[in-house]
């Protein structure tokens, strides 16, 4: 296991490497990754408590489908979200066939993922905030020449 931040989301990767979205979503959350090729995922998992678990499935298979299906055979109320490194729709259909809540293509970005986890798992990802454009006005607080404005430096 890397990384100590949200317990509510853990990352399950199977392959060499986390395919792009995800890993933007890991480092911004900073969620615990497991690698499902090591030792036991499922009972990582299930220590750690998430509610949400987000599997990469490689093109490979390498248990991903399998850790899927105990899942959901023995933890139904987590959401599962599969993000697989091949856009076939025969990757797809085989993740929800073994129970995934939602599935996501290899080119899915941070805000498919995050709005992935907003609908399905409420409160785990903050909402965006708005930007909002504030304007001072020349003689204002804040403003570059107010006029009654001093600088104070050193020890006066």
Same mark, same amino acid.
Do not use: F
């Given at each position: 296991?890397?990384?100590?931040?949200?317990?509510?989301?853990?990352?399950?990767?199977?392959?060499?490497?986390?395919?792009?979205?995800?890993?933007?979503?890991?480092?911004?959350?900073?969620?615990?990754?497991?690698?499902?090729?090591?030792?036991?995922?499922?009972?990582?998992?299930?220590?750690?408590?998430?509610?949400?678990?987000? $599997?990469? %499935?490689? @093109?490979?298979? #390498?248990? !991903?489908?399998?850790?899927? &299906?105990?899942?959901? /055979?023995?933890?139904?109320? $987590?959401? %599962?979200? @599969?993000?697989? #490194?091949? !856009?076939?729709?025969?990757? &797809?259909?085989?993740? /929800?066939?073994?129970?995934?809540?939602?599935?996501?293509?290899?080119?899915?970005?941070?805000?498919?993922?995050?709005?992935?986890?907003?609908?399905?798992?409420?409160?785990?990802?903050?909402?965006?905030?708005?930007?909002?454009?504030?304007?001072?006005?020349?003689?204002?607080?804040?403003?570059?020449?107010?006029?009654?404005?001093?600088?104070?430096?050193?020890?006066?």
């Amino acid at each position: 296991m890397s990384g100590r931040g949200s317990t509510s989301i853990i990352v399950v990767r199977y392959g060499e490497e986390i395919v792009s979205g995800l890993s933007r979503c890991v480092l911004k959350h900073r969620w615990t990754v497991v690698d499902g090729r090591v030792g036991s995922p499922m009972r990582q998992v299930l220590q750690a408590g998430a509610r949400a678990v987000v $599997v990469q %499935v490689s @093109a490979a298979g #390498d248990g !991903a489908v399998a850790l899927i &299906e105990k899942i959901r /055979r023995h933890w139904n109320p $987590v959401v %599962v979200v @599969a993000i697989t #490194d091949d !856009a076939s729709e025969r990757g &797809e259909l085989e993740v /929800r066939r073994a129970g995934a809540t939602a599935y996501l293509g290899p080119s899915a970005g941070v805000e498919a993922l995050e709005s992935v986890l907003r609908q399905t798992v409420p409160g785990s990802i903050p909402e965006p905030l708005e930007t909002v454009e504030v304007k001072v006005r020349k003689g204002e607080p804040g403003s570059k020449k107010s006029k009654g404005s001093r600088r104070h430096g050193g020890a006066g």
